[in-house]
């Protein structure tokens, strides 16, 4: 299974300039707990903004790039989204951690969304709407803590059948 995880802004917003707008603890606990044993599938730039391979994650990159070499050891290349979605079939569980080109490259591919959905809008130059596209329906939300005055809930979607 093809699974999405990801934070988004009230009005879509995911980050500006490959980074993270926010910082909620709660938020990355969530997709600590999520995907740790799991792969996590991202684009080059995403891997390029890890300060190191997160631990107990199989890290698994797609690029265009034929000769790129990943800066950390042991990171999984491809160079189509299709050849990372057939690599992951024989998974029972692989994460898209984003960016927004991967994100909509294997959203047509995606079984399920985890959405950190926060109740406050940020400027931002990346964003993600897969959620709010027909074809999904929300499944759970639970509420989160709230952080600096960030509400938030924790959503899952899956794919309508």
Known sequence: MLAMIVAVAENGVIGKDNQLIWRIPEDLAYF??????HVIIMGRNTLESLPFLLPKREHWVITS??????P????KVFHSPEDAVQAAKDLDLAYCI???QVYASLAPYADRLYVT????SFEGDVEFHVHEQEGWQEVERIPG???EGISYDFVTYERKI
């Open 145 to 147: 803590a709230g952080h």
């Open 72 to 75: 950390y050891e042991g990171v």
């Open 117 to 120: 959905e926060l109740h406050q």
């Open 65 to 70: 790039q034929l000769d790129y070499i990943p």
């Open 98 to 100: 984003g960016g927004a």
């Open 32 to 37: 600590k707990q999520r995907t740790t044993g």
